[in-house]
């Protein structure tokens, strides 16, 4: 079993920045791949960023590329997702997610329990 707990979420105005973290505890973080998803009121969960075990290769929603970073750093047990350039319909409740290297919110076996981000225009 992986525990994720995220953290970083609040209310932001369009264009600012925001850092949420997710720290991972129990099984070995470092054998999953983690990603971020966000689901807004009335829609369903989406993909927003992935990241391998490593560190080294990263994927992105096209909505975000280029305005959020994802990030590991394995010796601490946790995930970050660098928001920048902030926009209304970011939206959602984010959450992290432990499983295999993919877009797939089914690909993802363990979640955290989500972090709201608003983002007020």
């Known amino acids: 079993q992986v525990q994720l707990v995220e953290s970083g979420g609040g209310l932001v105005q369009a264009g600012g920045s925001l850092r949420l973290s997710c720290a991972a505890s129990?099984?070995?973080?470092?054998?999953?791949?983690m990603g971020w998803f966000r689901q807004a009121p009335g829609k369903d969960r989406e993909f927003v960023a992935v990241i391998v075990w490593s560190g080294t290769v990263t994927m992105y929603d096209d909505s975000v590329k280029g305005r959020f970073t994802i990030s590991r750093d394995n010796a601490k047990n946790t995930v970050y997702l660098q928001m920048m350039s902030l926009k209304p319909e970011d939206t959602a409740v984010y959450y992290c997610?432990?499983?295999?290297?993919?877009?797939?919110?089914?690909?993802?076996?363990?979640w955290g329990q989500g972090t709201q981000v608003t983002v007020s225009s």
């Open positions: 997610a432990a499983g295999r290297y993919s877009r797939n919110p089914a690909d993802f076996g363990f």
């Open positions: 129990g099984r070995s973080f470092s054998v999953y791949a």
